[in-house]
């Protein structure tokens, strides 16, 4: 085994795609460079070039860059960045996004509204071991970072935590989904129209996010019914891409009365305030 060689190749795919290189990648890789240096810049461009590298980079731009960009727009001198802040300033009244559920920036739905749109983030998040983790990857933006469940009671709750700190549940065959339940904690658990108050925010604020892993709709019911009415809804369902309407969703009659269903992604759904 030729240790630097190991190194290097292992070293470019942490850099790159964040995680160490696969035996399989340090064997053909170091029998590439062993005839032909050259090679590495060849490792290098297939890595750019890879699905994983376009799904990680976001991830990689904000390690290593001190300014990264919104997105990689091709305008000359990001005019559709100016042109995305002046559309949301003119449409959302109040620039305040509620995110529950919110880890941290990596796949976060607040994170690029407040660092590229000067939006204020009331973060929740239920995990304390990821208070250290968000405290770090939001340091600088307009946050307030409230760690506690939520549901639409209070009390305490066990709260079943994964493989990893990012996988976490008050239901434990929700957190066993994606591996092992590795240790079960109490958590103080809140209804989310209570903090919103203690936080005195509007009752139209811009944006809510749901990530709650079993309890968004419970969430979403009683926020609504509380007279909260974000201008936008963004949470958490099973199987949202087959989803056309709002029906067969254990939504309350004020959800459906008030909000209009207005796409998905492969996990979340779009609600949007009918006027």
């Known amino acids: 085994m030729d240790k630097p060689v190991y190194a290097l190749i292992d070293g470019i795919h942490k850099v790159l795609l964040g995680r160490p290189a696969d035996e399989r990648s340090l064997e053909h890789w ?16 297939l890595l750019l070039k890879s699905d994983e590298f376009a799904d990680k980079i976001g991830v990689f731009c904000k390690k290593h860059l001190e300014s990264p960009p919104f997105l990689l727009e091709k305008s000359q001198n990001q005019e559709i960045k100016k042109l995305f802040d002046l559309v949301l300033s003119d449409q959302i009244k109040h620039k305040i996004i509620v995110d529950v559920g919110a880890n941290g920036a990596q796949g976060s739905n607040s994170y690029d509204l407040m660092r590229y749109f000067s939006w204020q983030g009331i973060l929740i998040e239920a995990n304390p071991r990821l208070s250290s ?75 809510l996010s ?20 974000p201008q936008w809804i963004l949470f958490e369902a099973y199987l949202p891409q087959q989803l056309t309407s709002l029906d067969g969703l254990n939504l309350a009659e004020v959800v459906k009365e008030n909000y209009a269903f207005v796409g998905a992604t492969h996990s979340n759904i779009f609600l949007k305030q009918k006027i």
């Open 30 to 45: 170091s029998s590439v460079l062993a005839h032909d240096q050259g090679g590495i810049a060849e490792l290098i461009s």
């Open 133 to 207: 983790r968000i405290n770090e990857d939001f340091a600088g933006l307009n946050y307030t970072l409230v760690t506690t469940a939520v549901s639409n009671f209070a009390g305490h709750t066990n709260l079943f935590l994964g493989v990893s700190d990012g996988i976490s549940s008050m239901h434990e065959n929700n957190t066993s989904y994606w591996g092992k339940v590795n240790e079960t904690i109490e958590v103080a658990v809140r209804r989310l129209p209570d903090i919103l108050e203690e936080h005195t925010i509007p009752r139209d604020f811009g944006l």
């Open 210 to 229: 749901i990530d709650a892993e079993g309890e968004d709709i419970k969430i979403l019911n009683d926020t609504i019914q509380s007279g909260y009415r």
